[in-house]
């Protein structure tokens, strides 16, 4: 794809053809965060929902300042969870200590599971300690992935004292709960960890037993 000027990806993002719209979008992976960020700006409220998804998804990568403020008022108030949803995994782009606040409430109180994962998810990204009371008791949520994003967050972290908390999945019938665990358990360096992915690395699912493989040669060296 040809590079484009800022003064052309302005103008296709004003074109009335979305697919115009989400190519202006996909050509400013190569334009600076603060010259990309006020053209992403124009169409955060379009009125194609994937083209809206790209350009919230856009603000965590091309981080400015004020990519923060209006990810968290998208989170908090957009009307649509699709848009909440995507302004959560943005958040966790960002690697921005301030996203726990937002993102444990979005946890808490989005009635949408896909908000409720992608903040989950993302406060794996942030990498922020205060997660664990929340990771803990997502683990015992009814949905699976909520579960397999508790998992995996809880590894991002390295959370040492939810070991224990984790290998209960250790013989989940989903096998993609035991992938998660498989890797995170690569970033939680204890006995019993090693004794939980020599078990796994047996799996009868051969993604299950890689992982563990993976995992054991990370924490074994």
Sequence with gaps: MQ???LEQISAQLDSENSRDRLLALASLREVSATEAVPLIKKVLYDPNLPVRSMAVFALGVKQTEECYSILVELLEKDEDYGVRADAAGALGYLEDVRAFE???RAF?????WLVRFSAAVSLGNIKDKRAHDLLIEALDSQELVIQQAAIAALGEIGDLEAVDNVLKFASSEDWLIRQRLAEALGNMSTPKSVSALKYLEKDTHPQVSQA???SLQRLLG
């Design 212 to 214: 563990a493989s993976i």
């Design 108 to 112: 808490y109180e989005d009635t949408s």
């Design 3 to 5: 590079n484009l000027s």
């Design 102 to 104: 937002p993102l444990a």
